[in-house]
């Protein structure tokens, strides 16, 4: 979220205190003023796309397989504005000067009609909708003068205004993003109680509020994603992490939020993960950082839907890869993004989040840039040159993306694409004078792939770090396979194909054949070796857990790291019965091609072709030996 903001954090010298970190665009000023909107919207979004949305590789897709590129902007107001400080009640004390009460801005500018069309003239698809957890229990009416413009919706909650305006948008064509930006109706993002998604309330309530916002608008297919937090960060005590498994681990929780909403909510949902936004304290010679998606190159989500995550960055000319955005007190002499070269900006754009559209990875995913922005006002060359440089990268690279924000006040908010005026007059990216309009216009009108996205291979990662993770819906309705170990099964549709000697890390995927499963719930649970091959001691002096003939892995568990079972399924085709023996515990043992990546970082890894199958692991109990995986029989696919 861009700033004019205060952004805290502690300094070496006074533990306790924080830095205000103040980055203010220059005040609005008013610009030319657009000719009079026609009646109609010269431009209506219309039912080619056809939802729900999923993903294919590096693409989202509609329901037909068609691409479906994010051409986003943010409307903002419903996760609040109030910066904390002075009264509530006061404009001045709200970020810009501008009292959103709590609901997206501009309904007491313009009517709902008038919006839509502004926005379909922008040539956007889809919109980022931020809410907060306190917007969902205010039972307190909007002030009528929140909604002048769209009297209609006077004596209803926030909650009941966000209806009204998913449902506008929804009518309208638009996709509709659902973002839970902040915790408290605060503006975010520095020390405001907004800090990670449990800051001010506990993770389960956060999880039960998303499976609450996503059971209210399941009925509404073209609610397309669930964002699951804004940019997540350090607090005055603490810094988020990425798999550690305590109370501020933002992928534990991240997994967690996504698996309730897709199976008790709407499993129609795409599942939207930001990185991690800032850890460590903004002080030269101490470690400091914005990690944003590179944890995932090691340790990436599988949702119980192979083809529902999307991950998401934000980007600024202000901040940069380990500057915090702030001037004065707090700044570090790191260089911002706006510093950077275009040659560099682009490594770092590629280094921070891009590398995830890479394919064949187990972290492959589409990219969603839910943030980024500047100033209508800004006069800064190294600023204006930095937005000409990311708007061509999003162009070059046929990027998602979402602009912040959509709707601001005339002579408040200068960033906002559209800004609207006491009398409803609107200005803003659309004027002629607006200098952003050149960049703007290349990015909207840039060559992009559209049609049929054709089905890709499938490569997750399993992770028994600090739990289970039965990714397989038909699994889980057979109940617990194996009380008391860590177990990992793959989403249904993939198998398993990789293993890690220690760790606990398996590798799945559908490459070559597809879905391999018959149909039923049909499951083998292996603890001993009573299906190996008669003559065919594969892996001489190791315990052999083995599928029974015609069946495959697709799940595996452990006690510490000891093997404890195999799960097996039956498979709809023949299989071939020759194996091979692929051993790790000495080596990595994978293909050559490296596709799916490093699954288990720091590890010894055996992984089978990708034109075989799994069907039996390996492991020792001599002293001394770790009892971990050792070897995978590896099959042909075909007989």
């Known amino acids: 979220m861009q700033t004019n903001r205060l952004v805290k954090y502690l300094t070496a010298t006074v533990t306790a205190a924080v830095l205000t970190l103040l ?12 000719e009079p909107r026609a009646a109609e919207a010269s431009a209506q979004a219309t039912d080619a796309w056809q939802p729900p949305l999923s993903t294919r590789g590096r693409y989202i897709v509609d329901a037909l397989g068609n691409r479906f590129r994010l051409k986003s902007a943010n409307w903002d107001g419903a996760q609040g504005s109030w910066t904390g400080s002075g009264s509530t009640a006061d404009p001045a004390d709200h970020h ?9 801005l501009g309904l007491d500018r313009a009517p709902l009609p008038e919006l839509l069309a502004d926005f379909h003239e922008l040539g956007i698809n889809s919109i980022r909708l931020p809410f907060s957890n306190e917007m969902i229990h205010t039972t307190a009416a909007v002030p009528d003068a929140a909604v002048t413009a769209n009297p209609q919706l006077r004596g209803r909650t926030p909650l009941q205004v966000y209806d009204a305006v998913v449902a506008a948008l929804t009518d309208d064509g638009f996709a509709v993003i659902l973002n839970n930006h902040t915790n408290t109706s605060r503006w975010c993002c520095g020390l405001d109680g907004n800090e990670r998604w449990n800051s001010s309330q506990a993770t389960g309530q956060w999880a039960d509020d998303w499976v609450f916002m996503a059971r209210r608008y399941a009925t509404n297919s073209r609610v397309v994603g669930a964002d699951l937090y804004n940019e997540v960060r350090r607090d005055v005590l603490d810094d988020p992490n990425w798999g550690l498994g305590d109370d501020h681990d933002w992928y534990a929780a991240a997994q967690l939020a996504a698996d309730r909403i897709l199976t008790e909510a709407d499993p129609d949902l795409l ?17 400091h950082d914005r990690p944003t998606l590179t944890p995932a190159r090691t340790l990436s989500h599988t949702l119980v839907n192979a083809h529902k995550l999307v991950y998401s960055a934000h980007f600024y000319g202000y901040t940069g890869p380990r500057h915090s955005g702030a001037t004065g007190v707090g700044e570090t002499h790191d260089p911002r993004y706006q510093d950077l070269s275009r040659d560099q900006l682009y490594q770092v754009l590629a280094d921070q989040a891009f590398f ?55 002579g408040h908010d200068d960033w906002a694409l559209l800004r609207y005026d006491d009398s409803g007059r609107r200005y803003g990216i659309l004027d002629q004078g607006d200098w952003r309009g050149t960049a ?24 028994t770090d600090h739990g289970d993770a039965v990714e397989s819906l038909r ?7 194996d009380t008391g170990a860590y177990k990992a099964v793959c989403p249904d549709g993939l198998r398993l194909i990789g293993l890690s000697h220690t760790g606990g890390r398996g590798l799945c995927t559908d490459t070559t054949g597809g879905d391999l499963r018959a149909a039923g719930d049909t499951q083998t649970v292996v603890t001993d070796e009573r299906n190996v091959p008669a003559g065919g001691d594969w892996a001489g002096g190791y315990t052999k857990l083995h599928c029974p003939a015609g069946q495959f892995l697709i799940g595996y568990s452990r006690r510490g790291e000891r093997v404890s079972a195999a799960l097996c399924a039956p498979a709809r085709t023949p299989l071939g019965r020759t194996g091979r023996t692929v051993w790790f515990d000495r080596s990595d043992n994978r293909p050559s091609d490296g596709a799916g990546g490093d699954f288990a ?39």
């Open 356 to 410: 995830v559209t890479t394919e064949g990875q187990h972290y492959t995913a589409p990219v969603w840039v839910s943030e980024f922005g500047i100033g209508a006002n800004e006069t800064g060359t190294a600023a204006r040159t930095w937005f000409g440089n990311i708007t061509d990268y999003f162009a070059d690279h046929d990027a998602d993306f979402a602009y912040w924000p959509l709707v601001g006040w005339e």
């Open 440 to 463: 703007w216009n290349h990015l909207m009108t840039s060559a992009t792939r559209t049609g049929y996205i054709a089905p890709v291979p499938v490569r997750r990662m399993l992770s």
């Open 271 to 287: 599942i939207i993960i930001e990185g991690i936004n800032w850890t460590g304290l903004p002080v030269d010679g101490l470690p």
């Open 475 to 481: 699994v889980r309705g057979g109940g617990d396979w």
């Open 23 to 34: 980055t203010t665009p220059p005040t609005a000023v008013a610009t030319t003023a657009s």
């Open 96 to 104: 810009a000067g501008q009292n959103s009460y709590g609901i997206p």
């Open 601 to 639: 970082q720091g590890h010894y890894k055996g992984q089978c072709a990708a034109d075989e199958y799994a069907a039996g692991i390996a492991f020792t109990t001599r002293l001394g030996s770790t009892p971990g995986p050792a070897a995978l029989w590896c099959g042909p696919l075909q007989p």
